[in-house]
């Protein structure tokens, strides 16, 4: 007897090490699923708050850029690179310039093509364009007029030019004849001083030289229904203007209601002389109508 019993002291101690890893061994594999399935309630609340921060902010309009008469797009490289820093998508429309019903019936072509809200600005004769362009277009949600006609039904380029005299630009008009018509360039010897008189002389030439000409009666066609009748517009008013006389482009903006900025001592050039000032009238449209 003396010799089994230590044996089986032995046997039932180890009986029981192993009776109490097993029950310790069941406890923790029933603890981990509970322990897995609570959540503190301040980490539900912190992803809750990561996600609705995450949401994607709505995407920006496209700006739609027309240019005028004895121009091209190019005239709007340095606001086109102000707005694209910014994240405005931006499309340069290379305006016809050969009458105001198909000029504006080839923009508004290409609004068709153009997904989502726009932002539509004109130069010079493009605000003509702009102005029967945009009607019928629910997408364009704002006209920007940058140093541009603006005008009502029935009236015309020459007809605004009449009225508020001190334009600079028919005397210094050059006229072409091309099939199907005669068309105009400003005489590079005039350029600078009718179009461009604060902009760089070297660059000034660079305009006249690749300046594209317009058909005469672009300036002699008259406008229909106007667009800023019903569409929020902004007026970036040129106060040294030798084109177009700043008075009438005051008058214009008046009469549609305009958000009105005058930049003194600015040329008809003012979206190259001035593209800083171009792009925040542009994107202050874009603003409020978002």
């Known amino acids: 007897m003396t010799g089994i019993e230590p044996a089986r002291l032995r046997e039932s101690g180890q009986l029981r090490r192993r009776m109490m890893l097993s029950a310790l061994a069941v406890g923790t594999l029933l603890a981990v699923p509970a322990l897995s399935a609570a959540t503190p309630v301040g980490a539900v609340s912190a992803a809750s ?5 995450a949401r994607p902010s709505a ?5 739609v850029l027309v240019h005028g008469a004895f121009a091209d797009s190019s005239s709007w490289d340095a606001v086109m690179s102000r707005l694209e820093r910014q994240g405005y998508p931006v499309m340069g429309v290379a ?22 809200p726009v932002i539509l600005a004109g130069h010079s004769y493009g605000g003509a364009v702009i102005t029967d362009a945009a009607v019928g277009h629910s997408n364009v949600k704002a006209l920007v007029y940058i140093a541009a006609f603006a005008p009502d039904e029935g009236e015309s380029g020459l007809a605004i030019l009449d009225e508020y005299p001190g334009s600079q630009l028919p005397p210094a008009l050059t006229v072409r004849p091309f099939p199907g018509g005669q068309e ?12 461009a008189a604060d902009v760089q002389a070297g660059k000034a030439r660079l305009m ?11 300036f002699a066609e008259s406008s229909t229904t106007p667009a800023w009748k019903t569409i929020p517009s902004w007026f970036l008013v040129a106060g040294a203007d030798r084109a177009i006389p700043p008075a009438a482009e005051q008058a214009m903006a008046r009469r549609a209601g305009s958000h009105t900025e005058v930049i003194e001592g600015a040329s008809h050039a ?7 000032a ?11 109508t978002s």
């Open 49 to 53: 708050i990561a996600s609705t921060s």
């Open 59 to 63: 995407p920006k309009p496209t700006v």
């Open 95 to 116: 305006n016809p310039l050969r009458g105001l019903a198909g000029d504006s019936a080839y923009v508004s072509s290409v609004l068709d093509t153009i997904p989502g």
């Open 184 to 195: 105009a360039y400003v005489n590079p010897a005039d350029f600078r001083q009718v179009f």
């Open 208 to 218: 006249a030289a690749g300046q594209r000409p317009v058909s005469l009666a672009a």
């Open 270 to 276: 003012i979206l190259v002389s001035h593209p800083e």
């Open 278 to 288: 171009t792009a925040h009238v542009i994107e202050a449209a874009a603003r409020a």
